[in-house]
């Protein structure tokens, strides 16, 4: 199985701060890396697929980049409705696995 | 936009089967773009993909290896939805679990359901 690592386990940090999380894969995913959003009592929410294609609803101040084994996901100003935990998942091979998620909790 | 409704009970006993079946809108099941996806979610395991059904020129299923030997996915497609079948359940298995649609990367999730194993 691909192992996903993230990286920091948690982030403290201020509104209005720019934010980077890292994502890797323990062998290459090429471009079929999703990062999904979530929030306390709520369901994962797909946030970007193919490594930087954002999904409906999400606005631009989330980039998602990378290629082969290294990740990342940057919000650019950080806003309350951003703290949530971000998971990173591979979709290339079976059983398409996550990563244990990085908390972004306010400062 | 696809809504995926989870039901099915919060408390299971040890050694019993866990049955939870998730209504699909706004796609079919038997789609042959799609695949209909068991999740489950735990503070010891994390995000844990437990296995599929999906229609292409017929039914197929794949399991996690983990699960083997003890998990069912099944469709119906008179009502559009489809169900997961977990036997022998032990504490282990507790966990958040989700119904998900699959679109190569998971799209859309049902709302969850705490399932928690005791006696």
């Known amino acids: 199985d691909i192992v996903m690592t993230q990286s920091p386990a948690t982030l403290s940090v201020s509104p209005g701060e720019r934010v980077t999380l890292s994502c890797r894969a323990s062998?290459?995913?090429?471009?079929?890396l999703a990062w999904y959003q979530q929030k306390p009592g709520q369901a994962p929410r797909l946030l970007i697929y193919?490594?930087?294609t954002r999904a409906s609803g999400f606005p631009a101040r989330f980039t998602g980049s990378g290629s082969g084994t290294e990740f990342t996901l940057t919000i650019s100003s950080l806003q309350s409705e951003d703290f949530a935990i971000y998971y990173c998942?591979?979709?290339?091979?079976?059983?398409?696995?996550f990563g244990p998620g990085t908390k972004v909790e306010i400062k | 936009q696809v809504q995926l409704q989870q039901s099915g009970p919060g408390l299971v006993r040890p050694s019993q089967t866990l049955s939870l079946t998730c209504a699909i809108s706004?796609?079919?099941?038997?789609?042959?773009?799609?695949?209909w996806n068991w999740i489950r979610q735990s503070p010891s395991r994390g995000l844990e993909w437990l296995g599929r059904?999906?229609?292409?020129?017929?039914?197929?299923?794949d399991y996690a290896v983990s699960m083997r030997g003890r998990i069912t996915i099944s469709p119906d497609t008179s009502k559009n939805h489809f169900s997961l079948h977990l036997t022998s359940m032990t504490p282990e298995d507790t966990a958040v679990y989700y119904c998900?649609?699959?679109?190569?990367?998971?799209?859309?999730w049902g709302q969850g359901t705490l399932v928690t194993v005791s006696s």
């Open positions: 998900v649609r699959e679109k190569a990367y998971f799209d859309s």
């Open positions: 706004g796609d079919t099941v038997s789609s042959t773009s799609t695949a």
């Open positions: 059904t999906f229609y292409r020129l017929n039914w197929s299923t």
């Open positions: 062998q290459s995913v090429s471009s079929k």
């Open positions: 193919g490594v930087s």
């Open positions: 998942q591979q979709y290339i091979n079976w059983p398409k696995t």
